[in-house]
């Protein structure tokens, strides 16, 4: 495996794991905003598989997914669309409080579940 994919991919794992740690420690927000950068991450690494050049410098997930060809269900398309609107929110909220209200427990754990399945995804794709 290219070490640049291989980086890209031992990045995603350790966002991915500190989503889920977040999640734990009931830290919403962050964990939304943690589930956006190892699904970005994953798909840079799907990127530079790919193209072998370097990924652009972007966190708008739908462009990464085309970039790198990604073949993703419907649904998981919807998902990400998703996850890439909430990842500016979660990056640059405007109210907190108002932000922390909108991922609750039950919300955040469909986003966990849902990028855990995505980066997966992306995984076959790379191997």
Same mark, same amino acid.
């Given at each position: 495996m290219?070490?640049?994919?291989?980086?890209?991919?031992?990045?995603?794992?350790?966002?991915l794991d500190t989503a889920k740690s977040l999640y734990r420690a009931r830290r919403y927000l962050y964990t939304?905003?943690?589930? /956006?950068?190892?699904?970005e %991450?994953?798909?840079?690494?799907?990127?530079?598989?790919?193209?072998?050049?370097a990924p652009?410098?972007?966190h708008n997930l739908i462009n990464l997914v085309k970039l790198g060809n990604a073949i993703l269900t419907?649904?998981?398309?919807?998902? *990400?669309?998703?996850?890439s609107l909430a990842g500016v929110v979660t990056r640059y909220p405007e109210e907190l409080k108002r932000a922390i209200a909108e991922?609750?427990? /039950?919300?955040?754990?469909?986003?966990?579940? /849902?990028?855990?399945? *995505?980066? %997966?995804?992306?995984?076959?794709?790379?191997?």
């Open positions: 290219d070490p640049q994919v291989k980086e890209w991919l031992e990045q995603s794992e350790y966002d939304i905003f943690m589930c /956006h950068l190892a699904i %991450k994953a798909l840079k690494a799907l990127i530079v598989q790919q193209t072998g050049k652009p410098k972007t419907d649904e998981q398309i919807k998902f *990400v669309s998703r996850l991922y609750l427990r /039950h919300v955040t754990r469909d986003y966990l579940t /849902h990028t855990k399945e *995505v980066i %997966k995804c992306l995984k076959h794709q790379i191997e």
